[in-house]
Protein backbone atom coordinates (compact mmCIF):
# COMPACT_ATOMS: atom_id res chain seq x y z
CA UNK A 1 0.00 0.00 0.00
CA UNK A 2 1.48 3.62 -0.89
CA UNK A 3 2.70 5.75 2.73
CA UNK A 4 -0.40 7.63 3.46
CA UNK A 5 -0.23 10.79 4.98
CA UNK A 6 -1.24 9.52 8.19
CA UNK A 7 1.67 6.80 7.76
CA UNK A 8 3.87 9.34 7.02
CA UNK A 9 3.08 11.60 9.87
CA UNK A 10 3.77 8.33 12.24
CA UNK A 11 7.06 7.47 10.38
CA UNK A 12 7.87 11.13 10.84
CA UNK A 13 7.42 10.93 14.34
CA UNK A 14 9.35 7.79 14.92
CA UNK A 15 12.19 9.70 12.95
CA UNK A 16 12.25 12.43 15.59
CA UNK A 17 11.96 10.14 18.15
CA UNK A 18 14.89 8.48 17.34
CA UNK A 19 17.14 11.66 16.28
CA UNK A 20 16.23 12.94 20.03
CA UNK A 21 16.96 9.60 21.92
CA UNK A 22 20.32 9.62 20.09
CA UNK A 23 20.75 13.23 20.94
CA UNK A 24 19.90 12.45 24.42
CA UNK A 25 22.20 9.28 24.59
CA UNK A 26 24.69 11.72 23.12
CA UNK A 27 24.50 14.06 25.66
CA UNK A 28 24.43 12.09 28.62
CA UNK A 29 27.28 9.91 27.59
CA UNK A 30 29.58 13.06 27.40
CA UNK A 31 28.43 13.65 30.84
CA UNK A 32 30.07 10.59 32.04
CA UNK A 33 25.99 9.24 32.71
CA UNK A 34 26.20 6.32 30.16
CA UNK A 35 29.19 4.00 30.64
CA UNK A 36 30.53 2.23 28.15
CA UNK A 37 30.55 3.11 23.81
CA UNK A 38 27.36 5.11 21.85
CA UNK A 39 26.92 4.60 18.12
CA UNK A 40 24.71 7.29 17.27
CA UNK A 41 22.05 6.97 14.15
CA UNK A 42 21.33 10.56 13.76
CA UNK A 43 20.74 10.69 9.72
CA UNK A 44 20.14 7.16 8.80
CA UNK A 45 16.76 7.26 10.59
CA UNK A 46 14.37 6.85 7.43
CA UNK A 47 15.93 3.21 6.63
CA UNK A 48 15.11 1.69 9.94
CA UNK A 49 11.59 3.69 9.89
CA UNK A 50 10.46 2.98 6.21
CA UNK A 51 11.71 -0.68 6.41
CA UNK A 52 10.17 -1.43 9.84
CA UNK A 53 6.47 0.49 8.87
CA UNK A 54 6.16 -2.35 6.13
CA UNK A 55 6.67 -5.01 8.64
CA UNK A 56 4.15 -6.81 9.99
CA UNK A 57 4.62 -7.17 14.91
CA UNK A 58 5.33 -10.70 14.26
CA UNK A 59 8.44 -9.64 11.80
CA UNK A 60 11.65 -10.39 13.71
CA UNK A 61 14.59 -8.23 12.78
CA UNK A 62 18.42 -8.00 13.80
CA UNK A 63 20.59 -4.73 14.05
CA UNK A 64 23.88 -4.14 14.59
CA UNK A 65 26.48 -1.78 16.71
CA UNK A 66 24.19 1.63 15.90
CA UNK A 67 21.17 -0.35 16.35
CA UNK A 68 18.68 2.53 18.80
CA UNK A 69 16.77 3.49 15.58
CA UNK A 70 15.92 -0.45 14.47
CA UNK A 71 14.65 -0.78 18.62
CA UNK A 72 12.80 2.05 18.22
CA UNK A 73 11.55 1.74 15.20
CA UNK A 74 10.14 -1.96 15.90
CA UNK A 75 8.07 -0.71 19.33
CA UNK A 76 10.89 -0.69 21.88
CA UNK A 77 9.96 0.49 25.25
CA UNK A 78 11.95 4.38 25.65
CA UNK A 79 12.09 3.56 29.38
CA UNK A 80 13.59 0.18 29.20
CA UNK A 81 16.22 1.40 26.25
CA UNK A 82 17.37 3.89 28.26
CA UNK A 83 17.92 2.25 31.18
CA UNK A 84 19.86 0.05 29.31
CA UNK A 85 22.43 2.52 28.09
CA UNK A 86 22.18 3.86 31.82
CA UNK A 87 23.31 0.21 33.05
CA UNK A 88 20.00 0.15 35.02
CA UNK A 89 18.14 -3.20 36.42
CA UNK A 90 15.26 -1.98 34.65
CA UNK A 91 16.82 -2.37 31.36
CA UNK A 92 16.43 -4.52 28.92
CA UNK A 93 19.11 -6.49 29.67
CA UNK A 94 19.08 -5.82 33.29
CA UNK A 95 22.03 -3.27 32.43
CA UNK A 96 24.37 -5.84 31.75
CA UNK A 97 24.20 -5.43 27.72
CA UNK A 98 24.62 -1.59 27.29
CA UNK A 99 24.25 0.35 23.92
CA UNK A 100 25.47 -2.34 21.84
CA UNK A 101 22.94 -5.64 22.94
CA UNK A 102 19.16 -4.47 23.23
CA UNK A 103 16.75 -6.96 22.57
CA UNK A 104 13.45 -8.12 23.04
CA UNK A 105 11.73 -11.12 21.68
CA UNK A 106 8.39 -10.40 21.70
CA UNK A 107 8.12 -7.45 19.54
CA UNK A 108 10.59 -9.79 17.09
CA UNK A 109 13.84 -7.58 17.56
CA UNK A 110 16.39 -9.98 17.94
CA UNK A 111 18.95 -8.06 19.33
CA UNK A 112 21.90 -6.01 18.03
CA UNK A 113 25.44 -7.08 17.78
CA UNK A 114 28.86 -5.31 18.29
CA UNK A 115 30.57 -7.57 15.97
CA UNK A 116 30.67 -6.35 12.33
CA UNK A 117 28.57 -8.92 10.02
CA UNK A 118 27.54 -10.47 13.32
CA UNK A 119 23.66 -10.43 12.64
CA UNK A 120 23.95 -11.67 9.12
CA UNK A 121 24.12 -15.59 9.85
CA UNK A 122 22.10 -15.09 13.15
CA UNK A 123 18.94 -13.54 11.05
CA UNK A 124 19.14 -15.62 8.46
CA UNK A 125 18.78 -18.73 10.79
CA UNK A 126 15.73 -16.70 11.81
CA UNK A 127 14.06 -16.50 7.97
CA UNK A 128 14.71 -20.53 8.19
CA UNK A 129 12.19 -20.67 11.33
CA UNK A 130 9.64 -18.58 9.43
CA UNK A 131 9.80 -20.82 6.60
CA UNK A 132 9.35 -23.82 8.80
CA UNK A 133 6.15 -22.56 10.51
CA UNK A 134 5.28 -21.57 7.44
CA UNK A 135 3.09 -18.54 8.81
CA UNK A 136 4.01 -15.70 6.23
CA UNK A 137 7.00 -14.51 8.89
CA UNK A 138 9.25 -12.34 7.07
CA UNK A 139 13.20 -11.70 8.97
CA UNK A 140 15.18 -8.60 8.28
CA UNK A 141 18.98 -7.69 8.45
CA UNK A 142 20.22 -4.35 9.09
CA UNK A 143 23.92 -4.24 8.28
CA UNK A 144 26.71 -1.41 6.85
CA UNK A 145 28.35 -1.46 4.16
CA UNK A 146 31.37 -2.60 6.08
CA UNK A 147 29.78 -5.83 6.75
CA UNK A 148 29.12 -6.36 3.17
CA UNK A 149 32.57 -7.47 2.99
CA UNK A 150 32.49 -10.03 5.32
CA UNK A 151 32.30 -13.50 4.89
CA UNK A 152 28.89 -13.76 6.95
CA UNK A 153 27.43 -11.62 4.42
CA UNK A 154 28.44 -14.31 1.65
CA UNK A 155 27.42 -17.31 2.87
CA UNK A 156 24.03 -16.14 4.15
CA UNK A 157 23.18 -14.43 0.94
CA UNK A 158 24.35 -18.10 -0.43
CA UNK A 159 22.35 -20.38 1.77
CA UNK A 160 18.94 -17.93 1.64
CA UNK A 161 18.69 -17.30 -2.10
CA UNK A 162 19.50 -21.50 -2.48
CA UNK A 163 16.35 -22.12 -0.28
CA UNK A 164 14.28 -19.08 -1.15
CA UNK A 165 14.38 -17.89 2.57
CA UNK A 166 11.37 -14.94 3.58
CA UNK A 167 14.70 -12.48 4.17
CA UNK A 168 15.25 -8.60 3.19
CA UNK A 169 18.95 -8.00 3.75
CA UNK A 170 19.01 -4.30 4.26
CA UNK A 171 22.76 -2.35 3.80
CA UNK A 172 23.19 0.98 5.33
CA UNK A 173 25.48 2.34 2.88
CA UNK A 174 26.62 5.28 5.02
CA UNK A 175 29.90 5.51 2.92
CA UNK A 176 31.98 5.21 5.75
CA UNK A 177 33.47 1.64 7.86
CA UNK A 178 34.39 3.27 11.25
CA UNK A 179 36.91 5.37 9.61
CA UNK A 180 37.67 4.08 6.29
CA UNK A 181 35.92 4.97 3.11
CA UNK A 182 34.00 2.76 1.11
CA UNK A 183 35.62 3.80 -2.03
CA UNK A 184 38.60 2.16 -0.92
CA UNK A 185 37.09 -1.17 -0.04
CA UNK A 186 34.89 -1.37 -2.95
CA UNK A 187 35.92 -2.03 -6.37
CA UNK A 188 31.71 -1.66 -7.68
CA UNK A 189 29.64 1.99 -6.84
CA UNK A 190 26.86 -0.51 -5.96
CA UNK A 191 26.92 -3.18 -3.18
CA UNK A 192 23.85 -4.44 -4.27
CA UNK A 193 25.18 -5.35 -7.33
CA UNK A 194 26.66 -8.64 -5.87
CA UNK A 195 23.04 -9.59 -5.36
CA UNK A 196 22.96 -11.41 -9.21
CA UNK A 197 25.54 -13.44 -7.81
CA UNK A 198 23.30 -15.25 -5.73
CA UNK A 199 20.23 -14.92 -8.59
CA UNK A 200 18.19 -12.44 -6.48
CA UNK A 201 16.94 -9.44 -7.05
CA UNK A 202 18.07 -6.16 -5.45
CA UNK A 203 17.77 -2.56 -5.17
CA UNK A 204 19.66 1.13 -5.09
CA UNK A 205 17.20 3.48 -2.85
CA UNK A 206 17.28 7.03 -1.22
CA UNK A 207 18.16 5.95 2.39
CA UNK A 208 17.21 9.34 3.37
CA UNK A 209 13.69 9.16 1.78
CA UNK A 210 11.32 7.65 3.91
CA UNK A 211 8.85 6.84 1.53
CA UNK A 212 11.13 5.39 -0.76
CA UNK A 213 12.48 3.12 1.91
CA UNK A 214 9.34 2.39 2.58
CA UNK A 215 7.46 1.46 -0.86
CA UNK A 216 11.43 -0.68 -1.59
CA UNK A 217 10.77 -2.92 1.28
CA UNK A 218 6.80 -3.41 1.13
CA UNK A 219 7.13 -5.21 -2.16
CA UNK A 220 10.20 -6.88 -0.99
CA UNK A 221 9.08 -8.08 1.68
CA UNK A 222 5.61 -9.33 -0.08
CA UNK A 223 7.65 -11.04 -2.65
CA UNK A 224 9.76 -13.09 0.65
CA UNK A 225 5.79 -13.67 2.02
CA UNK A 226 4.65 -15.24 -1.40
CA UNK A 227 7.63 -17.83 -0.94
CA UNK A 228 9.96 -15.76 -4.05
CA UNK A 229 13.24 -15.76 -1.79
CA UNK A 230 15.54 -13.15 -0.61
CA UNK A 231 15.86 -9.44 -1.70
CA UNK A 232 19.39 -6.88 -1.08
CA UNK A 233 18.06 -3.48 -0.41
CA UNK A 234 20.84 -1.11 -0.51
CA UNK A 235 20.46 2.73 0.95
CA UNK A 236 22.31 5.04 0.65
CA UNK A 237 22.47 7.50 3.15
CA UNK A 238 24.85 9.21 5.56
CA UNK A 239 25.46 9.81 9.96
CA UNK A 240 25.66 13.01 10.83
CA UNK A 241 28.31 12.09 13.73
CA UNK A 242 31.41 10.54 14.27
CA UNK A 243 31.81 6.57 14.17
CA UNK A 244 30.95 6.52 18.30
CA UNK A 245 30.29 9.43 20.52
CA UNK A 246 33.73 8.95 22.51
CA UNK A 247 35.55 11.97 23.45
CA UNK A 248 38.24 12.76 21.22
CA UNK A 249 37.45 10.30 18.44
CA UNK A 250 39.12 10.90 14.98
CA UNK A 251 36.32 11.83 12.18
CA UNK A 252 38.26 11.34 8.97
CA UNK A 253 35.43 12.64 7.00
CA UNK A 254 35.73 15.87 5.06
CA UNK A 255 33.86 18.50 6.12
CA UNK A 256 32.57 19.61 2.81
CA UNK A 257 30.94 16.04 2.74
CA UNK A 258 29.39 15.79 5.82
CA UNK A 259 27.87 19.30 5.22
CA UNK A 260 26.40 18.09 1.87
CA UNK A 261 25.32 15.05 3.10
CA UNK A 262 23.15 17.35 6.55
CA UNK A 263 21.64 19.53 3.84
CA UNK A 264 19.36 16.43 2.99
CA UNK A 265 18.40 15.61 6.40
CA UNK A 266 15.49 13.07 6.41
CA UNK A 267 13.62 14.80 8.77
CA UNK A 268 13.23 17.81 7.55
CA UNK A 269 12.71 16.56 3.66
CA UNK A 270 9.93 14.58 5.21
CA UNK A 271 8.62 17.50 6.47
CA UNK A 272 8.94 19.87 3.32
CA UNK A 273 6.94 16.70 1.48
CA UNK A 274 3.81 16.53 4.20
CA UNK A 275 3.16 20.26 3.77
CA UNK A 276 3.82 20.44 0.10
CA UNK A 277 0.98 16.83 -0.18
CA UNK A 278 -0.93 18.43 2.54
CA UNK A 279 -0.57 22.19 2.23
CA UNK A 280 -1.92 21.68 6.33
CA UNK A 281 1.49 20.39 8.40
CA UNK A 282 2.85 23.44 10.03
CA UNK A 283 6.07 24.15 11.33
CA UNK A 284 3.19 24.92 14.78
CA UNK A 285 2.08 21.02 14.39
CA UNK A 286 5.93 19.86 14.41
CA UNK A 287 6.89 22.09 17.26
CA UNK A 288 3.61 20.53 19.55
CA UNK A 289 4.87 16.89 17.98
CA UNK A 290 8.74 17.61 19.18
CA UNK A 291 7.71 18.99 22.61
CA UNK A 292 6.06 15.58 23.20
CA UNK A 293 8.96 13.21 21.80
CA UNK A 294 10.93 15.90 24.29
CA UNK A 295 8.84 14.86 27.03
CA UNK A 296 8.72 11.37 26.70
CA UNK A 297 12.94 11.04 26.20
CA UNK A 298 12.98 13.00 29.54
CA UNK A 299 10.34 10.75 31.21
CA UNK A 300 12.23 7.52 29.63
CA UNK A 301 15.89 9.26 31.58
CA UNK A 302 14.14 10.00 34.82
CA UNK A 303 12.90 6.43 34.43
CA UNK A 304 16.45 5.34 33.78
CA UNK A 305 18.19 7.21 37.35
CA UNK A 306 15.57 6.03 39.92
CA UNK A 307 16.23 2.11 38.61
CA UNK A 308 18.85 0.87 40.60
CA UNK A 309 22.40 -0.72 39.20
CA UNK A 310 22.71 -4.28 38.96
CA UNK A 311 24.15 -6.34 42.00
CA UNK A 312 27.78 -7.94 41.41
CA UNK A 313 25.96 -11.15 42.06
CA UNK A 314 23.89 -10.50 39.45
CA UNK A 315 26.61 -10.73 36.88
CA UNK A 316 26.87 -14.70 37.25
CA UNK A 317 22.13 -14.80 36.86
CA UNK A 318 21.12 -15.24 33.12
CA UNK A 319 24.44 -16.98 31.83
CA UNK A 320 22.66 -20.15 31.18
CA UNK A 321 19.33 -21.46 30.02
CA UNK A 322 17.47 -23.25 32.92
Known amino acids: MPASPELQRDMLRQMQTIRRFEERASDDYQNGDIYGVVHCYIGEEAIAVGVC??????????????????????????????????????????????????????????????????????????????????????????????????????????????????????????????????????????????????????????????????????????????????????????RHRAHTERLGAVDPRPPEEIAAWVARDPIPMLVDSLKQQQGQFSDAEFQAMDDEILAEIEASVSFAKASPFPAPEAALEDVFAD
Open 53 to 238: AALNDDDQIISNHRGHGHCIAKGADLNRMMAELYGRVDGYCKGKGGSMHIADFSIGMLGANGIVGGGLSIVTGAGLAAQMEGKGGVAVCFFGDGASNAGSFHESLNIAASWKLPMLYVCEHNSWAANTSSKMTHAAANMSDRAAGYGIPSAVVDGNNVVAVYDAATEAIARARAGEGPTLLECKTY
